[in-house]
């Protein structure tokens, strides 16, 4: 399994109010990554496809809205490398699939929606085991499976290890990297990847009231025994408009001026939050004058096209 890692570009960011607060800003395109693997997915996948293969499961069951980039990627890649998967759809099966279910289904991931109620017990043992004997009452998958479970959002260890590599992509020096937080097993990767411990790490929530969160990063990098000293690392709590997937007409907005300026789609659940909340704390004087700073697309463009159907994203 390879990662087409070689031909992720790194673009320079211009904007005549970087050039007065003398701070350099450089976005690193993970959204360039795969068409449908895009941006730090691939990353959370990668060792955990490897685990599977080398282990001989034959069943790979994992978890989701009905709008996650993480079951459009698992589909994806599940696909490509024939591993038959499940996802279990976090509802009631709507009337009509979106998109993301749509081309889930499409890639051969069988998809089986569980209640609201039933579905925020994911992570128990006893749920997923009586999950898994559901299953095989209804025939999605038989007695002699062996099943790979990857929690929601693929955050494990392994999603960890995989997302170490993305600082090594970055051959530049610079004093910060930013990136966009859901369950934070991306941003647990990049603590663990960063080498020099100079470097500040910043993370956006894109959740509201996301207090956990610190604490499930710190028992997540504690998992891959983080034994090197780490980089000091921050959460900003400010910028996700009223909570996960909630979104302002301001948030459009900048979308929108983002890519007349600088030809790059941003996402509107994670990415887009981001990049407004950098702006505004650049413009604020959070960064000392000279600062170089690296943000993450980590992609998420699959998740727009309700917003590109609506009128709210142009890309002109
Ligand atoms: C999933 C996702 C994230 C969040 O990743 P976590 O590891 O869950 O914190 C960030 N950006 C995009 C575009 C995503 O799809």
Redesign the pocket.
Known sequence: MILPINSIPISEIKEPFLKKNSISLQLLRLEQTDQFIS???WF?LLYNLEKFKKEHYTVLLTFGGAYS??IHATAEACHRFNIPAIGIIRGEKPEKLNQTLTQALERNMQLYFVSRNDYRQKQHPEFIKQLITKLINKNYITQQDKIYVLPE???NEL?IKG?ALIPKLITSQYHYLC?????????GGLIHGVEDNNTKLLGFS?LKGADQLENSIIQLIKEVNVTNTTPSWQINHDYHFGGFAKTKPELFHFINVFYQNHKIKL?V???GKMMYGLYQLIKNDYFPKNTNIVAIH???LQ?NHEFEKKGFLKWQ
């Open positions: 941006g730090n997915k959370k980039n993480h959002g693929g955050s999603a997302c990136c966009a937080i859901g369950s934070g097993g991306t941003f894109a996402d659940i994670y990415t980590t992609g998420g998740g």
